[in-house]
């Protein structure tokens, strides 16, 4: 049998996939997860290789995949709990309050610097469970060793007709993530 003979020739499963139907979670940031209202399972790159040629280049295939950055936005809580939080872990892996602490750091001497980096609260797993057209959980994109880059603006504008609440997205870079089935029969 070949490998196209082993391949499924229709569709078993006829239903679309709902953009609503999905929870987010962060183990670092649990506070966004409620109010999380967009995310993106991110897609992959691969770089390739190229032959020259005299006449023209020729395309190989290359030996590393990339991954984009997975964006989540949602919106933020009246005591900007979800925004702090994601704030905070920028603040926290990011930003010193002065050049001394740059210092301290790099030296090792007690402070952050000896701490090992397992141990440094940067790094989050996180789940984004998508469902099927009956709310069921059917798969589990994970998400692992999630860092904070991106935190954007948040724009108050008196000048606005209609209420609408205000939102806030990060942008999150990871080491990989991985596409399981959850089997349903045990849901």
């Known amino acids: ?34 109010y999380g ?27 590393k995949l990339g991954f984009n950055d997975l964006s989540v936005r949602f919106y933020i809580d009246e005591g900007l709990e979800n925004y702090v939080e994601i704030q905070n872990w920028l603040r926290g892996i990011g ?4 050049l001394k602490e740059i210092y301290i750091w790099r030296k090792g001497d007690g402070s952050r610097g000896d701490i090992p980096k ?34 954007q603006n948040v724009e108050f504008d008196a000048t606005v007709s209609d209420l609408q ?8 870079k990871y080491s990989i993530y991985t596409i399981e089935d959850i089997d349903c029969s045990k849901c």
């Open 37 to 63: 209202n967009r995310i993106n399972i991110p897609g992959l790159t691969f770089e390739n290789a190229t032959q020259t040629n005299y006449l023209t280049d020729i395309p190989l295939v290359g030996t």
């Open 95 to 98: 930003y010193p309050e002065s």
């Open 1 to 34: 049998m070949t490998y196209s003979q082993s391949l499924p020739t229709q569709i078993t499963n006829r239903n679309f996939l709902s953009p609503t139907a999905f929870r987010f979670n962060v183990e670092r940031a649990p506070k966004i997860a409620f």
């Open 165 to 172: 609440y205000l939102q806030a997205e990060v942008q999150f």
């Open 118 to 151: 397992s141990e440094m609260n940067l790094y989050s797993d996180g789940t984004l469970t998508i469902l099927d057209s009956q709310n069921n959980p059917k798969f589990k994109v994970k998400f692992q060793d999630l860092f904070p880059v991106t935190l």
